[in-house]
Nanobody
Framework: QVLLVESGGGSVEVGGSVRLSCVAS?????????MAWFRQVPGMEREGVAV???????HYADSVKGRFTISKDNAKNTLHLQINSLKPEDTAMYFC?????????????????????WGQGTQVTVSS
């Protein structure tokens, strides 16, 4: 079983930037092909925002394209999410997730049910 631990969240001003990290560890971490970032606010569904597959393919939700960038440091088993030009609506708990296989389509890649392992999240709060 893989363990995912997120970090990098905090209170950030509108227009600023934040870089989130997710470190994967555990005996079987190599079996997970796809890793993703989701976000959630109270009372709403968890929203997939970005996905990174082992072959380097990426997937983004339309709502975050142009501001969010996902990347993977394979040597460190660490997933990153760079968020620029922060808006108040970016305020959410951001979660890291892993899936054993490829996710194939954007719809499946960004679906919460496609992932079997989750971190506990890191909070990003955007204010003016």
């Amino acid at each position: 079983q893989v363990l995912l631990v997120e970090s990098g969240g905090g209170s950030v001003e509108v227009g600023g930037s934040v870089r989130l990290s997710c470190v994967a560890s555990g005996y079987d971490y190599n079996i997970y092909y796809s890793m993703a970032w989701f976000r959630q606010v109270p009372g709403m569904e968890r929203e997939g925002v970005a996905v990174f597959e082992r072959d380097g393919n990426t997937h983004y939700a339309d709502s975050v394209k142009g501001r969010f960038t996902i990347s993977k440091d394979n040597a460190k088993n660490t997933l990153h999410l760079q968020i620029n030009s922060l808006k108040p609506e970016d305020t959410a708990m951001y979660f890291c997730a892993a899936r054993q296989g490829r996710c194939w389509t954007e719809q499946l890649c960004l679906a919460q049910s496609s992932y079997s392992v989750w971190g506990q999240g890191t909070q990003v709060t955007v204010s003016s």
